[in-house]
C-alpha cells in the first residue's frame, strides 16, 4: 500500500519537474486513470493532446493515439509507458497493403476515411480521419460524389452505414476484444439483469449491437449512464471503462458485460501500461514515439481535417 502511494508521488513529482500532461484512454487501469490530468475517448484525446502546452506528452493508452499525439505536435517529447501496447485494428491494415489496395482500385476513385486505430502510415494515406465519437459527423461530410472506403474496422464501418444510409466499401479488420462479445453471452447477463439497459461500443458485432439501447464511444457512455432512468447498466466494452463509469455514476449498478470466456474483457496491450512503467517512462523520457517529418506532415493533414469537421 505504502508503495502503491510513493509510486503516485513519485510519478506526480515527476510529472511536474518535466512539465508533463498524463493524457490516459478510458481502458487503462484505475491507478493510471486516477493519477492523469485527462481522461477520455480517442477524440477527447487527440484534442487535448493537441491543446496542451506541456513539454512532454505522456501518453497512457495504446500506439496509435501516442503517434495521435505525436502528429499534431512535432516540436514536443512523446512517450508512451509500454512501446509494445499495440492495437488489432491498427494490425489488420497494414499501410503497403491499404496502398496496394489502393492502386489496383485507382478507378474508383476513393474518399477513404480511417477510424483513429490505425498507423500513421494509414492516416497518410487517406483524406479524413474518424473516431467511434464522430464517425457519423465525419461520414455525412463525405462527398457525395466519391465512393467511400472505410478503414480498418468492418463493425464500427457496417454500424455508420446503419445510421447514416451511406453506402461504404469496408476493410475487413476488426477489435479482437468487442468480437468476444456475442448474441449468447449479452442475452444471459440481461436474463440476470431483466431491468437492466445494454450500452455498448460499435466496434462490437451487429448481433450484439442489435441488443444494445444505446451503441457509442466509450466518452458518450458516460453520459449515457447518467442519464439513465434505470440503476442496472449493462456495459458492453472494454472492463477499464467501469472504473470512470463508477467513479461518475456512484448511484448506478454498472455491470460489464461478458463474453463466452469472461465475465469481462480486457485488452491486452491497454494493460500493458502500469504505474511502474508510467513512472520509469517520466523518469528516462522513453520510450518515446518518432516520426519521420514527411510522413507525419501527410498524416497529420486528414487529422485536422477531423478536428475541424468534428467541431
Ligand atoms: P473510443 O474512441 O470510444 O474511446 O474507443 C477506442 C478504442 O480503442 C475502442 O476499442
Ligand atoms: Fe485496439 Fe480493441 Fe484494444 Fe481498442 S480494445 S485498443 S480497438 S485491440
Known sequence: MLAALDLKEEILALKKARNAVILAHNYQTGDIQDVADYVGDSLGLAYHAKATDADVIVFCGVHFMAETAKIVNPGKIVVLPDADAGCSLEQSCPAPQLEAFLKANAEKNYYVIAYINCSGGVKALCDVICTSGNAVKIVNQAPADRPILFVPDENLGAWVIEQTGRKMDLWKGNCYVHVEFTRDSINRIKAEFPDALVVAHPECPQAVRLLADEVCSTEK??????????KD????????????LRKECPDKNLIPGPTDRCACADCRYMKMNTMQKLRDC???????VEMEESLRARAEVPLLRMLEQSK
Do not use: Y
Open 282 to 288: 517520466l523518469d528516462t523520457l522513453q520510450p518515446r
Open 221 to 230: 457512455m458516460i453520459t449515457f449512464c447518467k442519464n439513465a432512468p434505470v
Open 233 to 244: 447498466i449493462i456495459v458492453v466494452t472494454e472492463s477499464g471503462m467501469l472504473h470512470r
